[in-house]
């Protein structure tokens, strides 16, 4: 009966240790971090319009020293592509349970670029 009762008891001891809720976090201290992505895209339908500042043809605008402007309109085709990154680092600090404090500073930076032909 003892040993049965000693079975129960540590069962019992080691289920509710178990469930035992976790202890709180931490919110205290340096963190950093990096990301890492990129993008690409194509259009064949970009409707261009405007006007060349350097353009010799014959145009809408005279410009001094004898430049003219010509009005130019079409539909090009748009390639974009490229990488975007980046990284961040801080300091938070734990003040209370429900409140933490910190500071932090990131750094980010894209290759996206493009061309086109119409």
Same mark, same amino acid.
């Given at each position: 009966?003892?040993?049965? $009762? ?5 069962? @019992? ?8 809720? /976790?202890?709180? /976090? ?9 990301? $890492? ?20 043809? @014959?145009?809408?605008?005279?410009? /001094? ?54």
């Amino acid at each position: 009966m003892k040993r049965r $009762l000693a079975t129960i008891a540590a069962i @019992a001891w080691t289920a509710t240790s178990a469930f035992a809720a /976790p202890p709180p /976090p931490i919110w205290t201290g340096f963190y950093a971090g990096v990301n $890492l992505g990129g993008g690409a895209n194509t259009s064949t339908s970009v409707t261009t319009t405007g006007y060349s500042t350097f353009d010799w043809a @014959a145009g809408v605008y005279n410009l /001094p020293f004898g430049w003219v402007s010509g009005y130019r309109n079409g539909v090009a085709k748009v390639g974009q592509a490229g990488v975007v990154g980046g990284g961040q680092f801080g300091y938070n600090f734990q003040v209370s349970p429900n409140v933490v404090l910190g500071v932090e500073t990131d750094f980010q930076g894209s290759g996206i670029s493009g061309n086109g032909a119409s």
